[in-house]
């Protein structure tokens, strides 16, 4: 989901490769490290492509709309086809092109419960919005229940399930030869973060997730976050830091015995919102999400 702050961090995206940059209308590609490079548009997730011998691996297909622009913004590194789509999870803005490209025949691989959702009628109870069965041909054909190992272009490729954190389909990517982690929405860099309740999510799961992903990535790991620029541990940890600061603040307060009412008037977050405070998801709609989250 979009914001401000996501649309100026993706123009900062890899200082140090900027020199290298393709731009294609909204759609920035962005070598990272090895065979992998970052699609960025502004406001969809960011979508990891690995480009070798093997042809292209793809992380997330962002709004259904890019799929030209993600094409040929392929087509630009490589002229060997995309073999493999994997989607973070399960929201539009990281799966919105399955059905472009699994019309093509290309094979989408992602966690049982994105296609279990994407299967289904979805009501979303924070933004009120009802989401329709996604088509067959944008279902995941390959699903998997707690991992999955890929060997492509020179790399292994762990894909490890978080359970129950900005979804319960969430997975992480880890490159071990590229040494470089696509974390989806699990950690993102907008500001507080989404953490979809109605899709199975939980600020205890977030908080598990980051530490599971601490636990995989190393001080040199280049992590691509859901949304915002790429970065390496110490971000994920001050991310990390955040959440579990905030999530125990709440807490104590329903502790006390407070309402929700009584926890947003407490403004239990003041301290945190000029650094936090920027993204699409407001103070009082977090706090309210890490109260309902228990
Ligand atoms: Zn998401």
Redesign the pocket.
Known sequence: ?PSITVLLAALFLVTSAVAQQRMDGDLTSTPVRGSVHVLVMPAA?NVGVSVGKDGVFMIDDQFAPMAPKISAAVARLTDKPVRYILNT?W?G??SGGNATFGGQGIVIVAHDNVRTRMSAEHFNAFFKSTTPPSPAEALPVITFSDRITFHFNGDTIRVIHIPGA??DGDAMFYFEKADMLHA??VFVLYGYP?I?LSSGGSTAGMIAGLDQILGVIGPETLVIP?HGPVVRRDRVESFRAMLATARDRVLKLVDEGKTLEQVIAARPLADFDLEWGKSFIKVDQFVTTLYNSR
């Open positions: 989901m997730g999870h929201h803005d990281h900005h979804t989806g929405d989404f979809d859901g």
